[in-house]
């Protein structure tokens, strides 16, 4: 018996089953041959359209939230446009929040440059298979309780199956353009994007290893349940899980190319590094791939340390889970642009250093903290104590230490100016 | 079902066929991700969803990698144009060492006990099983697997880092 069948048996609050249940009246008006393909393509276009509209309102918020960072007011002119054959006209700009809506007309309106040299299948396809690749991601996110595309055994590995594709689209981008900054600039990304891959995965790790699955359901489902009925049994809420996350976010931020990792786009020393060569809507295709790949990664990040779909509070269970899911992704995505707005670029050195010598011993210590954890599970009273203070060493001793180490001699940084 | 095997049969050994024929080597190193890539949907159709994902994780994300960088950095000058004949010698020793590969090949396929029954009831494979039979009866394999990678990994380390120039950046 399936998750959804089971919904919508049990007894279940309607709003929880009510995108499914719309999804059947609908499936049930059409002939029954056609049935099965339409169930599914509901689940593709709902995929499309929510997390389109995602990408467009994350492109504004980040724009006006940095714009409030920089002291500046961001984008808010854009209003209802004037349609003619209208006798009266709506004057209110709407906050600016119809931006998106111009910048993808705009980006639909430009000359598509090729380079004469390109080569022009790949030059093509790279912006498409890239979409497609951060799209296939979302398959495997749990967004609700009953809302999980496809429910796969093995969804972790999935996930990072489909990520780790993206790989080949930046290398294509590169190689396409016939141009050696570009080409050079992708070897740069992929150099980022490889070195961060094993982190993001070793930080994933300790949870497969504690929820004793790698499916994404079955993790969401394991995070369920308050201590003292305030508490939540969220991942995040241990000390390895607490470690981990952090991990995932340092990794997630340098795998999706965001500031304080953006070395390979680094729009004024590079001007924008692989995509030199790429104008108009392939252009935006690119852009639209990384914050689909941001938006994904926030998702896993989500629901796997965050408690997927579960309420904070046991009151509060009465809000549909997908909505707490969407506001725990809001929550994410707003973090990565608040971090944008107020870290400073790395150096590719300091970015692969970071990578290898921190965050990958640091990630490997944890995985041994989350073994520690799992198998101290029937520690009670007292001896719960002792379980955290000890998970809580091993996280913090190693950090301490290595930052130290890796630290002398570098810092402080002594800085000599010209004197007349 | 046996449609959608047409099909994958079609898109994993037209795309190595290709990727033979073409003289670009990156655009070969490309066809062949697509071909692996068609080996993971093939195992996927197999019902092997494990097997699948992790030939999706390591070919096309990672020895796909190895296989454009080792294409980027290796090629020099005229790589496009054909090779000529080089030597009677060099032709023997190819022709013994690819017959000798496809001969240990076509005797283990022709080696296997093919036994053809009707299809029963497929067992449910879960990844805990699999990771249960990795770590218990198989895993002497795993390890073995494990130090090999692990040395590669050393020996790559030990080549690349063979000079030591330090950046006056760093000196300060």
Redesign the interface.
Known sequence: MSAYAMAVAGSEPFLERAPLLLRDAFVQLLPAPTQWLVHHLITIVAILAVFGLFFAFTTIAERKLLGRLQNRRGPNRTGVPQFSILPWRFKHTLFGLSQPFADAVKALTKEDIVPAAADKLLHFLAPVLVVAFSLLTFAVLPFGRNLIPVELDSALLYFFAAGSATELTIFMAGWASRNKYSLLAAMRALAQVISYELPLMLSVVPVVLVAGSLSTREIALAQGGWTFGIIPHWNVFTPWGFAGFLLFLVAALAESNRSPFDLPEAESELVAGHLTEYSGFKYALFFMAEYFGLTALSGLGITIFLGGWQAPVPFLGFVPSYAWFMLKLVGMIGFFIWVRGTLLRLRIDQLTRLAWQFIVPLALINLLNAAFWSLTRDWTGALQLVRWVISAAIVVGPFVLLGRKLNAGRAPRTYRYATS | MTLALILLSVLILGSAIVALSLRNL??SA?LL?ACWAGI?AFYLWAGA??VA??Q??VY???I??VV??AV?LTRQGTASEPLGFASWQRFILALVAGGGVAGILVGAVLGTPLTVTTPGPVPVL???QIGAQLMGPHVVALLVVGILLTVSLLGAVVLAAEENVKSPEDE?
Do not use: D, N, P
């Open positions: 990156i655009h490309l991700v993971a969803e494990f994902f992790a999706g994780l096309v994300g990672a796909s990698m454009l960088f980027l879960t990844v805990k300060v």
